[in-house]
């Protein structure tokens, strides 16, 4: 079972940008924010060369990595053809301009 985590308010996330989740022991999570204020989470690390995704540049519905610029993704995770391999994608949700995630284990904000 799942459990919805208050992340951040979503303003605290910049338009084209990202904010970390750090987890102990877990993969860290990217939150994402697009122009259109839709929030997406992948784990932070690109399934090429591992990446933080994080740094990468948001445009559309896809970042791409800032080491060789393969784009993923944001929905899916999956990276853009001709480029192959994809990333964990996480439930994320905005309520009262609230983002919440939903994990199965603890996190640290």
Same mark, same amino acid.
């Given at each position: 079972?799942?459990?919805?985590?208050?992340?951040?308010?979503?303003?605290?996330?910049?338009?084209?940008?990202?904010?970390?989740?750090?987890?102990?022991?877990?993969?860290?999570?990217?939150?994402?924010?697009?122009?259109?204020?839709?929030?997406?989470?992948?784990?932070?690390?690109?399934?090429?060369?591992?990446?933080?995704?994080?740094?990468?540049?948001?445009?559309?519905?896809?970042?791409?990595?800032?080491?060789?610029?393969?784009?993923?993704?944001?929905?899916?995770?999956?990276?853009?053809?001709?480029?192959?391999?994809?990333?964990?994608?996480? #439930?994320?949700?905005?309520?009262?301009?609230?983002?919440?995630?939903?994990?199965?284990? #603890?996190?640290?904000?």
């Amino acid at each position: 079972m799942s459990n919805w985590l208050k992340i951040c308010a979503l303003d605290d996330i910049p338009r084209l940008g990202s904010r970390v989740l750090r987890r102990e022991g877990a993969p860290d999570i990217a939150v994402f924010r697009t122009a259109e204020d839709t929030v997406f989470a992948l784990e932070d690390r690109c399934p090429h060369k591992g990446g933080a995704l994080s740094q990468g540049i948001v445009c559309g519905n896809k970042v791409a990595c800032p080491l060789h610029n393969w784009n993923i993704a944001l929905e899916t995770g999956c990276a853009i053809a001709p480029d192959e391999g994809s990333t964990k994608t996480f #439930p994320v949700k905005v309520e009262a301009g609230i983002v919440l995630l939903a994990l199965e284990q #603890p996190a640290h904000v």
